[in-house]
Each structure stands twice: as C-alpha cells, then as structure tokens.
C-alpha cells in the first residue's frame, strides 16, 4: 500500500493550496480516506475524510466551509483543496486509509491503517 502526497508548500493567510493523494497497492473500493495533519507540539488531528463513494464526508469543525475533499477513483487520487487559509492551518498534512471502512468521522477521530508521508504547509502572514 502507497500514500504518496503532495501539494503542500508557502502560502499567505487568505490564500489557497491543493493537496493531492495519490494511492496504491490497495482497492480505493470500500475505502475511506483521509486527511490528517500534525503541528509542532501539538496532537494529531483527523482534518477531513471521505468515503471512496464520494458521498459521504467528514471536517473537523475549524475547517468546514473552507476545505473540501474530493476524491477521483479512476485516479485512486484523493483532494484536499484549502481556502482562506489561516495561520493555524500550519502543520505537516498526512493522508491515510482503511481498506473495508464506511464511517469517515470515526476514522478521521481515531486514525487509520495505511499512512503517507507527509507535506508540509506553511500559512504565513
């Protein structure tokens, strides 16, 4: 199983960023998938998660109305697209999975199987 994301980088508050996963080795069938991110010092936190229908998603509360996860399962590539960024959006942003799973805000609360490497996003003010 692969998680490879990307997308992250420097941007200014108020500003927007995509974040791409792009997986593999496992069926996107059956799946949720997530959006995970990690500040210094801070705990690990379930951002946004979907199931591989695409009809049935979860956002942790700061993020609702800015960040929306979409999901392209002929890509096996899942979206994080991330507007009016704010300062505290800074974190390393990780994408997970769990293969024969349907409840996006149990898994984005209490984590997943399979785990990328991270990207790094920076809001700057």
């Known amino acids: 199983v692969q998680l490879q994301a990307s997308g992250g980088g420097l941007v200014q508050a108020g500003g927007s960023l995509r974040l791409s996963c792009a997986a593999s080795?496992?069926?996107?069938?059956?799946?949720?998938i997530g959006w995970f991110r990690q500040a210094p010092g801070k705990e690990r936190e379930g951002v946004a998660c979907?199931?591989?229908?695409?009809?049935?998603?979860y956002y942790m509360d700061s993020v609702f109305g800015r960040f929306t996860i979409s999901s392209d399962n002929d890509k096996k590539t899942v979206y994080l697209q991330m507007n009016s960024l704010k300062l505290e959006d800074t974190a390393v942003y990780y994408c997970?999975?769990?293969?024969?799973?349907?409840?996006?805000?149990?898994?984005?609360?209490?984590?997943?199987?399979?785990w990328g490497k991270g990207t790094l996003v920076t809001v700057s003010s």
């Open positions: 997970a999975a769990v293969y024969n799973a349907y409840d996006t805000k149990y898994y984005c609360a209490n984590g997943m199987d399979y």
């Open positions: 080795g496992f069926s996107f069938d059956d799946s949720v």
């Open positions: 979907i199931g591989s229908s695409g009809g049935n998603t």
